[in-house]
């Protein structure tokens, strides 16, 4: 008991790939018939509900005695990070399948190094430059003919091009508030950047035309259970398993073993949603989760 214990943040890491990839499947389920504007709002309004008794059971603070201009810096994290970018991986999700996109996420490892380059001063490796090439070199051949089946090309590009966005605006919204987060309760640091996502969705939806139709696709015949089940488990218990993660393993560690929810998503995607695969995929998926290994650990 005591060894598994000296392990339990590779566990809690390890489950939360599990855990994001089975949402990923009922996120795919649900955006059949709901809008991804609907869905991201639902899920991070469901999620801001549930971890309010998270920081009561936790003994932690949800506003804290902080310069208004690091709240401010979170809120804009989760309009770039919440708000925008989890819309755009719905969309793609919608357009590409859950198994495609698995490849195109591997795309957030090389953003999140090459910003973190640009604005943090951090050095490039070898070993991480070639996992870079490999992770760029998965989504090209997951985008090949043989790759994408009976997959519309122009489809395939726009899932494609939104995942890739969808990425860089994570990375994005992460890299800006790196420093505080190496001083700051990550619970706090996710409620408060749900806030902001959830400020953005709604005055979005307020300023947009197709508001009333948006909003009524939530209550899609049959779609709900995986809406809601899908907004609990990747919304909420995901995230505390990474928090948990981050806890108890090193940074590195829990990022690494995280990523391999891509693993999950594209061997789920075969099971509950029968996508195909064949040996471009596989090839594809294998040289993009190598690549993450490579820019996390090189």
């Known amino acids: 008991m005591e060894n598994i214990m000296h392990y339990s943040g590779e566990i809690y890491s390890l489950l939360t790939a599990v855990v994001w990839a089975f949402a990923v ?7 059949e018939s709901v809008h991804p504007i609907a869905l991201n709002y639902f899920k991070t309004f469901l999620a801001i509900i549930l971890f309010i008794p998270t920081f009561f059971l936790f003994k932690e603070q949800i506003f804290r005695n902080v310069p208004i201009n690091e709240y401010l810096l979170l809120l804009l994290s989760g309009v770039i990070g919440i708000g925008i970018s989890d819309t755009l991986f719905f969309k793609s999700l919608n357009l590409i399948g859950a198994g495609m996109s698995a490849i195109v996420d591997c795309l ?28 760029v070199s998965a989504v090209l051949t997951g985008m090949t003919r043989k790759s994408r089946g009976k997959l519309n090309k122009k489809k395939l590009f726009y899932g494609a091009a939104f995942g890739a966005m969808a990425m860089a605006l994570m990375a994005v919204s992460i890299v800006m508030i790196k420093p505080l987060l190496n001083r700051s309760p990550l619970l706090w640091v996710t409620e408060i950047r749900l806030i902001g996502g959830i400020i953005f969705l709604s005055i979005f939806l307020i300023l947009h035309p197709s508001r009333k139709m948006i909003i009524t696709s939530i209550h899609a015949p049959m779609k709900w259970v995986y809406t809601i089940s899908g907004s609990f488990f990747g919304a909420y218990l995901a995230m505390l398993l990474w928090l948990a993660g981050m806890k108890y393993t090193m940074a590195s560690t829990a990022a690494a ?42």
Request: charged fraction near 10%; avoid cysteine; proline fraction near 1%.
């Open 257 to 298: 073993l995280s990523q391999t929810s891509n693993i999950f998503v594209f061997i789920f995607a075969a099971i509950f949603l029968k996508e195909k695969i064949n040996l471009q995929r596989v090839i594809a998926i294998l040289l993009g989760v190598s690549g993450v290994f490579l820019v996390s650990f090189g």
């Open 108 to 135: 957030y490892s090389p953003f999140i190094i090459g910003l973190s380059i640009i604005f943090l001063y951090e050095r490039l490796s070898i070993l991480q430059l070639i996992g870079a090439f490999m992770i």
């Open 25 to 31: 499947i009922l996120f795919k389920k649900s955006g």
